[in-house]
């Protein structure tokens, strides 16, 4: 079955940058739209980034635009999360998604995503 498993985070102070990485496994991975959403205590998970299957499309949602980037190898079956300037209200458990897609298309619902790896902590001190 597909397994997601995300790593990279930690602690960083604000303004500080962390890499995120979502190894894949149990599928075509480049068959699979990628995402990334986050959950901050006592919120509920929204879309962060997302990625289509071959990488050549990307959609951020705005409070991340600039500052985080998202990337996908297909070879290593792997994607990231690149996160600079960080700010304490990006701490939050970061979650990786995968959706598989015959076509260029990202998605940003989380319901449009089947498979999700169980989240990595990231938190931003002021």
């Known amino acids: 079955q597909v397994q997601l498993v995300e790593s990279g985070g930690g602690l960083v102070q604000a303004g500080g940058s962390l890499r995120l990485s979502c190894a894949a496994s149990?599928?075509?991975?480049?068959?699979?739209?990628m995402g990334w959403f986050r959950q901050a205590p006592g919120k509920g998970r929204e879309f962060v980034a997302a990625i289509s299957r071959r990488g050549a499309n990307t959609y951020y949602t705005d409070a991340v635009k600039g500052r985080f980037t998202v990337s996908k190898d297909n070879a290593k079956n792997t994607v990231a999360l690149q996160m600079n300037s960080l700010k304490p209200e990006d701490t939050a458990v970061y979650y990786c998604a995968a959706r598989v897609t015959p076509s260029l298309v990202i998605f940003e619902k989380e319901s449009d995503y089947r498979d999700w790896g169980q989240g990595t902590q990231v938190t931003v001190s002021s």
């Open positions: 149990g599928l075509t991975f480049s068959n699979y739209a």
